[in-house]
Every structure is written in C-alpha cells, then in structure tokens.
C-alpha cells in the first residue's frame, strides 16, 4: 500500500480532516492535498506526517513478518 493510502486510512480511522494535518505541519493546505493525491511525499514528509497523526512507520519483513 502506499504512502498516501495508508495515510488516509490513518485519517479517516481517527476522524482527522486533510486540512487539520496540513495546519499542524505549516504547510499550505492545497500543497498537502496534491501530495496526498498525487502519492509525491519524500520519506522526511511521511515521517512528519505520521508524527503529526501519533503513528510510527516501521518496517515488517514480508517473510518472516518480523517488524524492525
């Protein structure tokens, strides 16, 4: 799955609007909601994203499903 979908899962489990989390982060709203259209996040802005919405991103070994 990618960035941008498991965000907004994140997003609308927890009931938290796009806009919210642009705000939170200072970046400009429209600029948040094509990066989350467009999945063209860089791994520091899903880091900060994630912070934002209380998630760690963690790496599972698909073989094993041992988590790192």
């Given at each position: 799955?990618?960035?941008?979908?498991?965000?907004?899962?994140?997003?609308t489990k927890k009931n938290i609007k796009p806009g919210a989390v642009a705000d939170a982060l200072g970046v400009d709203r429209q600029v948040f909601y094509n990066k989350l259209s467009r999945d063209t996040m860089k791994y520091n802005d899903v880091e900060k994203i994630a912070d934002a919405l209380g998630c760690d991103i963690v790496f599972i070994d698909k073989q094993t499903k041992e988590i790192y």
């Open positions: 799955m990618s960035a941008s979908k498991n965000i907004k899962v994140v997003l």
